[in-house]
Structure formats: structure tokens, C-alpha cells
């Protein structure tokens, strides 16, 4: 699901609210995690999943081109982790789904 399509669906499902005002709600809500994990923050939305910032150590890599050997410097990223209710309800969809396929 993109970014329109998610505004698209919530206001579908909430006509009173206009789609200026989703759009502006759920672009400041994006800022703000993204603001947060820029600041090294931990984002935590219970029963959806947190977010956090993992380093990855610098290494040494090869040039796929010449094989050279090239640093490869450290970097952060960002990292999710999914909450129990929302693995529970991928995977009770997964099992919906390979009971249907399986038949």
C-alpha cells in the first residue's frame, strides 16, 4: 500500500474528514517517526510494532566491476519490528489463506 493509497482508504472509511486533512495528518505523523528515528529515538506503537535505528559496522568490501577491495563505511539504519498482535494476525491470515489454497 503507498502513502495515496492509505489517504485514499481512510477517507473512504471516514468521509466526514476531509482528504486535505488526512493528507496533512498522516504526512506530520510520518515526519514525526521519521524525526524521531533521526534523533536515535525508539518509536514503540503497541500492538503494531517498534521502530528503532541498528548500526551496521564499517567493513571491507570488493568493487564488483574490478574486485578491488573498498571500505565500506558504517551505517545506520532503520530497523522494525512487528508487535505481537500484528503477527498474530498476518499469521492467522496466512493460515486463512494456505486452508483455501490447500483445498
Not at 63 to 92: I, S
Request: aromatic share 6%.
Amino acid at each position: 500500500m503507498t502513502k495515496s493509497e492509505l489517504i485514499k482508504n481512510i477517507c473512504l472509511e471516514y468521509p466526514q474528514l476531509s482528504s486535505r486533512d488526512v493528507e496533512m495528518a498522516t504526512r506530520l505523523i510520518l515526519d514525526y517517526l521519521s524525526d524521531a528515528l533521526a534523533d536515535d529515538e525508539r518509536i514503540e506503537i503497541r500492538g503494531f510494532g517498534s521502530f528503532s535505528m541498528h548500526v551496521r559496522p564499517a567493513k571491507l568490501g570488493r568493487n564488483p566491476k574490478t574486485g578491488e577491495p573498498v571500505m565500506v563505511p558504517e551505517k545506520r539504519v532503520p530497523h522494525f519490528k512487528a508487535g505481537k498482535e500484528l503477527r498474530e494476525q498476518v499469521d492467522w491470515s496466512a493460515d486463512g489463506l494456505q486452508g483455501v489454497a490447500g483445498s
